[in-house]
């Protein structure tokens, strides 16, 4: 049975940081690319940040230079360190991964990031 279960978020004040984690099991973690996304109310899921297989990264252009994505194979776990948060990076975060970096695969259950002015 996969599942993806992030954990961190919660209520902080804007300038403030985070650090989120979703550990996986049941996949090969080490195969997969491992990405993060965001949806607040009202709008789509956005891409936030992608780690591949071999360790390079992608962000969105309103994540850049403010987050940064991180992997422990051994662990199976990745990581999204949140800084400079702003209330516009109010969403539920959620974790997924991409077998072989292709496609989408499996979705975890969010954690919640509120952040206030």
């Known amino acids: 049975q996969v599942q993806l279960v992030e954990s961190g978020g919660g209520l902080v004040q804007a300038g403030g940081s985070l650090r989120l984690s979703c550990v996986a099991s049941?996949?090969?973690?080490?195969?997969?690319?491992m990405k993060w996304y965001r949806q607040a109310p009202g709008k789509q899921r956005e891409l936030v940040a992608v780690?591949?297989?071999?360790?390079?990264?992608n962000y969105g252009d309103s994540v850049k230079g403010r987050f940064t994505i991180s992997r422990n194979n051994a662990k199976n776990t990745v990581y999204l360190q949140m800084n400079s948060l702003k209330p516009e990076d109010t969403a539920v975060y959620l974790c997924?991964?991409?077998?072989?970096?292709?496609?989408?695969?499996?979705w975890g259950q969010g954690t919640q990031v509120t952040v206030s002015s």
């Open positions: 049941g996949i090969l973690f080490s195969l997969n690319d």
């Open positions: 780690i591949s297989r071999g360790g390079s990264t």
């Open positions: 997924n991964n991409s077998p072989l970096g292709v496609g989408s695969g499996y």
